[in-house]
């Protein structure tokens, strides 16, 4: 039986473009028809700004390498048109178990908050991830929306002036040269773009190796995330299981520094490992299995004149945590709406730069987070060992400690505190919802509130008045109107209003709020618009 | 905002000192050392006012 992965989705088909005599000029070319990629083309389509993704490749990703997929990111892909399938077909979990060598120290529930549309995490293949948003392209397609997808095109030289990139694609018909306005780079951790660029991506290294052996099994373990340091079964190693769709699990095994690669990769190996774990009578099918060592590093900028670089290709992170794909998807969450204004000559080209301002923040964050986590994983010295087995002992008695055991600090959405495009704050109001945060979705009249926003900018009042619409030099803000007489269970005062007796948001299009106030004035709004795009 | 008391506070400091070695009688080198972990560890938490806590690091580390 083939699988996903196996089948091409967009294979090499010759365009138009090939023949012409004078290389074609696009909008937007994306490179990469990762999730990322992909994401960041099909949010521009949306916007009617035309856009071409190359991938050298013409088939969803090997294996299912991202697995978890966290609310924010959801969020974006339910504006993006395409959330509803990776949710019904994805698996919700909340509880997690900790286990130190034989024993079980605690376990733990998420406990979702009530009042959000979509759940905490969901798991999901990398490769249905993929499949679902090029369903979503070929939607778009049949909708008449400028975008187009080309397998088995690869990047093989790029140069670019003030207005623009040359970009030299290599088929199997032969090379032939694209101009575009702007090129987005989703190329991965390894990103030719960059590399063809001279750019830095430095960081640190982390001396240790995992390997993934993601197998289909009929097995009875809860949907639960479980995670072993030290556990008898891989001797001053962690380890980590996770369910993912089609009883596909997810086991993670760390094998330290000095290994043999391809040794640790022979099935007889993988399936000693295996069955130390589960035990000798388990049944199981080997769907996919890969060693990974990994780096947390950032590129200083993510943007270079007429490239801009998103997801793994701009910052790597360590997989605990989930803040890869979670945090690229946020990336072009950041940029479409920006790189639209510009395209469309509303905002200058220097709206880029919040871009970087925003999404650097965004990413030392997840760096941080992740850097930490696999400090307590893999403790560095004897003493930071000493600490952590402390931790761990403790938290099995009591649950002063269990707040520190870091297998992994589940990404959440960032705040882009102190980001020039945030506009005035207004204290009676309730932290989470501060300038910067991304809107905290919450029931509405007729459905969700983050189901009511999203690509256009946007004045939420509540209990106060305000002009169905306000022009600000030809950007269009929309007044979303709502009242607490219609908040029977509180959410809106709890996550918007606070102290204030009425409020006033501005939403940016990527959903985060630009500024606020507790009453409407319309040279304040006015003002932070213009703030809110960089002018 | 609250400051690391650094003034004598324990009663009977000698019964205290007593029972600080007594707990690591008849324990290897390892075994003390995870103790005294967790003691901090413990400690830390009981006192939580992180202002206070990063003053004793500091302190304990002869840095102040």
Redesign the interface.
Known sequence: MSKIFEVPLYPYQRSADQDQATPVRHKVVVVGAGPIGLAAAIDLAMQDVPVVVVDENDKVSWGSRAICFAKRPLEILDRLGCGDPMVDKGVIWNLGKVYFDERQVFGFNLLPEQGHKRPAFINLQQYYFEQYLVDRVRQLQAAGKPIELRGGNKVLELSQDETGADLTIGTPDGPYRLKADWVIACDGAASPIRNMMGLDFVGRVFEDNFLIADVVMEAEFPTERWFWFDPPFNRGQSALLHKQPDNVWRIDFQLGWDIDREEELKPENIDRRLKAMLGEDISYELEWSSIYTFQCRRMDRFHEGRVIFAGDAAHQVSPFGARGANSGLQDTDNLAWKLKLIIDGKAPVTLLDSYDAERVHGADENILNSSRSTDFITPKSEMSRIFRDAVLDLSERYEATRPMVNSGRLSVPCTYDGSPLNGPDCEAMPERTRPGSPLVDAPVPGGWLLDRTGFGFELMTIDETAPDVVDVDGIEIKRLALASADDADGYLKQRYLGDAKSAVYLIRPDQHVAARWDHYDETAVKAAVLKAIGR | MSALNTQANIKGPDEFYAELLSVHEGLSKAES??LN??L???MA?HIGDREVLSQALRAAALKD
């Open positions: 050392d995870a972990a967790r901090i560890l413990l938490n």
